[in-house]
């Protein structure tokens, strides 16, 4: 016959915390590990078998809920003193590549969207077109002089070689 669950947190109670305070050291997560434990073990010591090493089986919970509670300080924000200024790079072609970055933005507005749809989306002509409004046919000329006009740029810049992504 099973002990009454409370003799169980009496009896192994410290050294579960030990267990918590080992992965997570002096911090408040040991204690809300070790409480977490109980809840757990709370829960399914009705299904335990009778001959089942207590002991045992709450130090694995335990440790589980420790190498929880410390992948979740882990992915907490944490602050910091001073954020940097800087301009973000997200969604910018090429990170590195500012003098693209300055071709593309000087491209006409359909063109430009239509090269970013495309090329960078992935998107169809037929989406691009319902995007943008008017034809696929529309959509694809748009996309295929905005990409004529960025080679005609770097050509003129020395930047690609004449034969070079034909």
């Given at each position: 016959?099973?002990?009454?669950?409370?003799?169980?947190?009496?009896?192994?109670?410290?050294?579960?915390?030990?267990?918590?305070?080992?992965?997570?050291?002096?911090?408040?997560?040991?204690d809300?590990?070790?409480?977490?434990?109980?809840?757990?073990?709370?829960?399914?010591?009705?299904?335990l078998?009778?001959?089942?090493?207590?002991?045992?089986?709450?130090?694995?919970?335990a440790h589980?809920?420790?190498?929880?509670?410390?992948?979740?300080?882990?992915?907490?924000?944490?602050?910091?003193?001073?954020?940097?200024e800087?301009?973000?790079?997200?969604?910018?072609?090429?990170?590195?590549?500012?003098?693209?970055?300055?071709?593309?933005?000087?491209?006409?507005?359909?063109?430009?969207?239509?090269?970013?749809?495309?090329?960078?989306?992935?998107?169809?002509?037929?989406?691009?077109?319902?995007?943008?409004?008017?034809?696929?046919?529309?959509?694809?000329?748009?996309?295929a002089?905005?990409?004529?006009?960025?080679?005609?740029?770097?050509?003129?810049?020395?930047?690609l070689?004449?034969?070079?992504?034909?």
């Amino acid at each position: 016959m099973k002990q009454p669950f409370e003799q169980v947190v009496a009896d192994h109670g410290l050294t579960v915390l030990r267990v918590c305070r080992a992965v997570l050291g002096p911090h408040p997560d040991a204690d809300d590990a070790w409480s977490e434990t109980f809840l757990a073990a709370l829960r399914a010591y009705p299904e335990l078998p009778d001959g089942a090493n207590v002991e045992a089986w709450l130090v694995t919970i335990a440790h589980r809920k420790a190498i929880d509670a410390t992948r979740a300080r882990q992915r907490q924000a944490f602050p910091v003193g001073e954020t940097p200024e800087r301009a973000s790079t997200i969604g910018t072609p090429g990170s590195g590549d500012l003098d693209l970055w300055a071709a593309v933005k000087a491209l006409p507005d359909k063109q430009r969207q239509a090269v970013a749809y495309r090329y960078l989306g992935g998107l169809t002509y037929q989406q691009i077109a319902g995007i943008l409004g008017g034809t696929a046919d529309a959509a694809r000329r748009a996309a295929a002089d905005g990409v004529k006009k960025l080679r005609i740029h770097y050509y003129s810049a020395g930047t690609l070689s004449e034969g070079a992504n034909r």
